[in-house]
């Protein structure tokens, strides 16, 4: 790891995914990227996650991971038939849609274009944001749409598939779906 990085090869990026989980992890440079795609490897799923970022691809595979671990067919980066993409699709008796926010406000466009789907679950890692769309849905109230902090869907997603609950039909969208309002007040 050391020599990687002292030859720029790469560069340590870390993580908080709680205690439970590794917090460090390498990525490749610019100059390891080259260096391989000179040789004939394919790079290209190292320069999406240039774009979208390591981290929010991260939450992408941990998530549909944890979905398909259960049985559920998931899909990163889905298009609905709205035009509109979200970060993750699961498909079960429910369509559901999970959009990852690590820092945007944009709250009203994350909310458009979810006909298609049962459930859209917004995670988010900023507390801010997080206070940002609960105070917008207690005004725009939808009830296909809940927002989880990343971490904690993370970690109780983690756990019911450790307990060995999984299984195509033990996905039920209110396991996800914490009450917002009593999340607030609880963080209040």
Do not use: C
């Not at 709250?107 to 459930?119: A, C, T």
């Not at 890692?125 to 997080?130: A, H, L, N, P, S």
């Not at 749409?145 to 039909?169: A, K, M, Y």
């Not at 996905?171 to 009593?182: H, M, V």
């Amino acid at each position: 790891m050391q020599e990687l990085e002292l030859k720029q090869l790469a560069a340590p990026v870390e993580i908080p995914l709680g205690n439970f989980r590794p917090v460090k992890f390498l990525m490749p440079t610019t100059i390891a990227l080259n260096l391989l795609a000179n040789v004939g490897h394919n790079t290209s799923l190292w320069k999406k996650i240039g774009n979208t970022g390591f981290e929010h691809s991260l939450f992408q595979i941990l998530i549909a991971f944890s979905f398909r671990n259960r049985g559920l067919r998931t899909t990163i980066e889905k298009t609905l038939p709205s035009g509109r993409r979200v970060d993750v699709y699961v498909e079960g008796r429910e369509r559901i849609g999970i959009e990852i926010e690590l820092t945007t406000t944009n709250i009203e466009e994350k909310v458009r274009g979810i006909d298609s789907l049962d459930r859209l679950i917004i995670l988010v890692k900023d507390e801010q944001v997080f206070h940002d769309f609960v105070a917008f849905l207690r005004n725009a109230p939808n009830e296909k749409v809940r927002i989880v902090r990343v971490i904690e869907f993370l970690r109780e997603n983690s756990i019911r598939n450790s307990r060995g609950t999984g299984g195509i039909n033990s996905f039920s969208a209110e396991q996800t779906r914490p009450d917002t309002a009593a999340e607030e007040r609880r963080n209040n």
